[in-house]
């Protein structure tokens, strides 16, 4: 066998191994994600790009076949927005938690009342309620801001104006003591 031939043996060998190692998602019926090699073909797919930091070696991608591209090149910007709503949950589910357990220990402290307890949970239910996976990928340009605070994590009462406006309320209390307008 020549050089030439064991060279072309070899590159075709390469290349099937990385078509073997590509993964994609997609998602069911039910709203559940999977992942896997062999995508169902009545799915939209998108593939699934492994950095070299969890992947055993540093090898790129395999070239996706002209009809994935076509899929998957009028999705990047959903899917950057699916992403950032998707993180914008998971720091919601967060805060809200954290909120909760302040309540409740601003409670137990005797810091609150049990109306304003009760008044509390009852919003942090709405703001739970109102924050959903949903609503951020239907997100109007005026509603898309929010989310993106909310997927960076600075929390809810931060990306609703809430804290701010408590700030300011806090604010005037504070120049009102003082006997300043």
Request: hydrophobic share 40%.
């Amino acid at each position: 066998m020549s050089i030439r031939q064991i060279l072309a043996l070899l590159v075709l060998c390469s290349l099937s191994l990385q078509a073997l190692s590509q993964v994609y998602s997609w998602v069911d019926e039910k709203g559940q994600k999977h992942f896997g090699s062999q995508p169902p073909s009545a799915q939209q797919v998108e593939a699934v790009t492994i950095k070299p930091g969890y992947a055993g070696e540093a090898r790129a991608a395999a070239p996706a076949a002209p009809a994935q591209v076509a899929r998957t090149e009028a999705a990047p910007a959903k899917a950057s927005k699916r992403e950032m709503c998707q993180s914008a949950m998971r720091w919601t589910v967060i805060d809200l938690e954290n909120l909760r357990e302040i309540t409740e220990e601003r409670k137990s402290a005797g810091r609150i009342t049990a109306a304003e307890y009760a008044q509390a949970q009852k919003n942090l239910a709405g703001a739970e309620q109102r924050i959903t996976l949903q609503d951020c990928l239907t997100s109007t340009a005026e509603e898309q801001p929010r989310y993106e605070c909310l997927s960076r994590g600075a929390g809810v009462l931060a990306c609703s104006g809430l804290l701010s406006a408590a700030m300011q309320e806090a604010e005037q209390e504070a120049r009102q003591r003082v006997g300043k307008p």
